[in-house]
């Protein structure tokens, strides 16, 4: 203990410093985080720390000018898509650079920037009239815009060698699209891109492939679990670094891997049941898929899920991924219901690729469960990582599907 000394006395007595410091140590970060649950309470705030729309560089990057990040003069296409609640969507439509190259002159010439009618586009006519043509539709994480963080490279990764057009939004309350984020908001303005795809583009559903990261991983799942219902089945489904359930992964979840949200009041089990109770948007993935897998089975139908994770993703643990894939396998049916039988049967179809990574594959008729683990790539740069473009090939069909 610190020691001071009183001039009347000359006695030592303990200095109040030793005592204040390490109660503003602990009193400050317990305050601070105190405030932010309670913010958390109040569903606009809760909405605006998940989603974390209002976070973007649009004040100085001009998503109008797709140059800016490598692409090819009016290789991307900036339009707008208006969903059945009137809200407007900022979206890009990516041209695969070999076909871009194949008509370079005819694209440098036309006039850029936002496009007022797409449909008038070469860009658009290529992807209509091209009876091979295979479209991806991204659905990207929370935060930033279209452009912003590891966005371009993803979608530089899935064009610029391949075949592939890529369409991608912004969703509602996002970039320069208006509207809030809710999670029925963010699933409306999904079908919307999707059901846009199909009968303007004409693009048929087994040419088209939906790819999610992080929240886009719930935002597909949704958009999956709804069309299944319709009857639609589309060439495939990739999740890169998905969650099981928004309350779920929260409890464990860390901000930047370090800064807790739920997990401290692992403590106390009630209060950590408290805390899940008060979160908004659901984005009940695992449930989704369950029943979307369900559906597909009992009718026939086709489907290729691929999910894709990071043992190093310090922002959404490697077992969350684990949690997406046996609820993906319950939709099947059979008796893996047990922990340890599920278990037992996944290691019996495993294949080891190295001490932190491995593939598993389910196959039910003409359904394809596939979980891949990769030992590196975080929880964003995974996204356009080698595995990522493969399990997009694979669900095209121009990779060996019993290559495991």
Request: hydrophobic fraction near 45%; glycine fraction near 8%; proline fraction near 5%.
């Amino acid at each position: 203990m610190s020691l001071q000394t009183t001039a009347e006395t000359g006695r030592a007595m303990p200095n109040s410093n030793s005592y204040l410091l390490p109660a503003l140590a602990f009193g400050v970060p317990l305050g601070l985080y105190t405030l932010f649950l309670g913010l958390s309470a109040i569903p606009s705030c809760q909405r605006s720390f998940l989603y974390a729309h209002k976070i973007s560089t649009l004040l100085w990057n001009d998503v109008n000018q797709p140059e800016s990040w490598g692409f090819a003069k009016n290789q991307v296409t900036p339009f707008s898509l208006t969903t059945v609640d009137n809200q407007t969507l900022y979206a890009w439509h990516i041209l695969p650079l070999p076909l871009y190259a194949q008509h370079e002159e005819t694209f440098a010439a036309q006039p850029s920037g936002l496009c007022g009618d797409i449909t008038q586009t070469e860009n658009f006519k290529l992807l209509r009239d091209d009876p091979t043509s295979r479209l991806i539709i991204t659905f990207h994480g929370n935060a930033g815009h279209i452009a912003q963080a590891i966005r371009p490279a993803h979608y530089h990764s899935l064009t610029d060698t391949s075949s592939f057009h890529v369409l991608t939004i912004d969703y509602r309350g996002f970039g320069h699209s208006t509207g809030t984020p809710t999670e029925a908001g963010l699933i409306i303005d999904a079908t919307t891109v999707i059901n846009w795809a199909m009968t303007v583009a004409k693009v048929p559903a087994d040419r088209i492939l939906l790819v999610g990261h992080s929240l886009g991983t719930a935002v597909a799942s949704a958009a999956m679990e709804y069309f299944a219902d319709e009857g639609v089945d589309f060439a495939g489904v990739v999740l890169i670094s998905p969650f099981s359930s928004l309350p779920e992964m929260l409890s464990g979840y860390a901000i930047a891997g370090w800064v807790p949200v739920l997990a401290p009041l692992r403590a106390w089990p009630w209060l950590l049941k408290t805390g899940m109770g008060l979160v908004v948007d659901k984005w009940m993935s695992a449930d989704r898929l369950r029943a979307a897998v369900k559906t597909v089975r009992g009718r026939g139908g086709r489907l290729r899920l691929s999910l894709v994770h990071a043992r190093n993703d310090w922002d959404i643990p490697c077992v969350e991924d684990d949690k997406i894939f046996r609820a993906a396998v319950e939709g099947l049916g059979g008796s893996v219901s047990e922990e340890e039988e599920f278990e037992a049967e996944k290691k019996a179809r495993m294949v080891a690729r190295g001490e932190d990574a491995f593939v598993a594959t389910w196959t039910d008729g003409d359904v394809v469960l596939r979980q891949e683990l990769v030992p590196y790539g975080g929880h964003n740069d995974v996204a356009y990582s080698a595995p990522v473009v493969v399990a997009i090939m694979r669900s095209f069909g121009l990779g060996d599907e019993t290559d495991v």
